[in-house]
């Protein structure tokens, strides 16, 4: 795992340790020394901590004007024991909605498993974004987390599955990532109705 970095193809154009609005403003990498670890393996230093001793995440880009976030994540997504959905609710998200972030498109390409609980924390961050017509997207979720998350009614809060998964997002700039998932959500509308 120590070889997986964040996606780095954007960082001419943003960078979380630059922007000062950003909960990783100043934040330092020692590319040579590795500390963080997710059980007990390794991982890159660039990927940030945020209060998840399974889960790391990096901020790709944001824009602010646009109101948008794009986010990648890395290891073991567990609410049952370590309560992850908090930490990424109160250290991430409400940082950002602060900002004027209500779209969240998150990959979720190297989320290995997911262990669910309960549902309040993504109950609360979709109330927190509806309004403004705001969404939360996981981008290439693996079957068997999507299984997992269908097993909390997780659908009810976020979107992901089929729709959103095999989606070549490193080649693609941010805006037209944006573009297209709120396309995927519009004709997911018109097949409703």
């Known amino acids: ?37 997710i059980y007990n393996y390794y991982i890159h230093p660039q990927w940030d901590f945020f209060g998840s001793e399974t889960l790391y995440v990096k901020i790709l880009y944001i824009n ?30 409400d940082e950002l909605i602060k900002k004027g972030i209500f779209r969240f498109a998150i990959f979720c390409d190297n989320v290995l498993n997911f262990h669910g609980d309960d549902d309040s924390y993504y109950e609360e961050w979709y109330d927190d974004i509806k309004e ?16 997992e998350m269908d097993k909390y009614r997780l659908y009810y809060y976020l979107l992901y599955g089929e729709i959103y998964n095999d989606i070549n997002w490193r080649n693609q700039k941010p805006a037209y990532i944006v573009q297209s998932i709120e396309e995927s959500i519009n004709n997911q509308q018109k097949q409703i109705f």
Request: some cysteine; aromatic content about 18%; hydrophobic content about 35%.
């Open 132 to 147: 403004e017509n705001g969404w939360i997207c996981l981008i290439n979720s693996f079957d068997h987390v999507s299984e």
């Open 1 to 37: 795992m120590h070889d997986i970095e964040p996606w780095w193809g954007w960082r001419d154009e943003y960078m979380s340790e630059t922007d000062q609005n950003s909960p990783f403003y100043r934040r330092t990498y020692n590319e040579f020394n590795f500390t963080n670890k």
């Open 64 to 93: 602010y004007k646009k109101h948008y976030a794009l986010i990648e994540l890395i290891g073991e997504w567990n609410d049952c024991i370590g309560n992850d959905i908090m930490f990424l609710k109160r250290e991430l998200s």
